[in-house]
T-cell receptor
Framework: AQKITQTQPGMFVQEKEAVTLDCTYD???????LFWYKQPSSGEMIFLIY??????QNATEGRYSLNFQKARKSANLVISASQLGDSAMYFC??????????????FGTGTSLTVIP | EPEVTQTPSHQVTQMGQEVILRCVPI?????FYWYRQILGQKVEFLVS????????KSEIFDDQFSVERPDGSNFTLKIRSTKLEDSAMYFC????FGQGGNEQFFGPGTRLTVL
């Protein structure tokens, strides 16, 4: 089974609107972390937001928020007030295991977001 | 703001040749990683490194790959005998031990082209 599943290969959103990018994960480890990264056309990977499996509240970072539904094993990224500069690939990733020991990251296949003026 | 740097930005090599990709992680970070991204595909984990040894590696990281921290600042990925399918973007990342998010900071990548 895929560790990280992103079912939306491409998404469009009108500028200033909100958009939700879906991510589901699969793990039996009680301790894990979920991440979202943005990859613009220039290729670099930019960290956006993190959610720990034991965190009680949904993570927020500026216009980014993570809708964490543990029972459903989903970690959707919500971008509010979309801007043209948000057009990029977005990757969901998961770190399994204790962060104090060796850990491995799994990435989803990504969602290409296009913001329309 | 501290950042992860990688050199070269683009490496072209002949099949069968050895390549060394270099990374300078953020100075106070203790965990280092290599990932690759074949064009148009997802990012794939290769290896993590801590305390001068490999802590995790994926099935992609076979005997032709090796990593080294030759000094206090550099972290290298060596591919001994490159194959055409090694053509990809290679990302180095580092993270600080003990931080809640264990956030990985990625370098800008090295694009490897094997001819």
């Amino acid at each position: 089974a895929q560790k990280i599943t992103q079912t939306q290969p491409g998404m469009f959103v009108q500028e200033k609107e909100a958009v939700t990018l879906d991510c589901t994960y699969d793990t039996s480890d009680p301790s894990y972390g979920l991440f979202w990264y943005k990859q613009p056309s220039s290729g670099e990977m930019i960290f956006l937001i993190y959610q720990g499996s034991y965190d009680q509240q949904n993570a927020t970072e500026g216009r980014y928020s993570l809708n964490f539904q543990k029972a459903r094993k989903s970690a959707n990224l919500v971008i509010s007030a979309s801007q043209l500069g948000d057009s990029a690939m977005y990757f969901c990733a998961m770190r399994e295991g204790n962060p104090n020991t060796g850990n491995q990251f799994y990435f989803g296949t990504g969602t290409s977001l296009t913001v329309i003026p | 703001e501290p950042e992860v740097t990688q050199t070269p930005s683009h490496q072209v090599t002949q099949m069968g040749q050895e390549v060394i990709l270099r990374c300078v992680p953020i100075s106070n970070h203790l965990y280092f990683y290599w990932y690759r991204q074949i064009l148009g595909q997802k990012v794939e984990f290769l290896v993590s490194f801590y305390n001068n040894e490999i802590s995790e590696k994926s099935e992609i990281f076979d005997d032709q790959f090796s990593v080294e921290r030759p000094d206090g600042s550099n972290f290298t990925l060596k591919i001994r005998s490159t194959k055409l399918e090694d053509s990809a973007m290679y990302f180095c990342a580092s993270s600080e031990f003990g931080q809640g998010g264990n956030e990985q900071f990625f370098g800008p990548g090295t694009r490897l082209t094997v001819l």
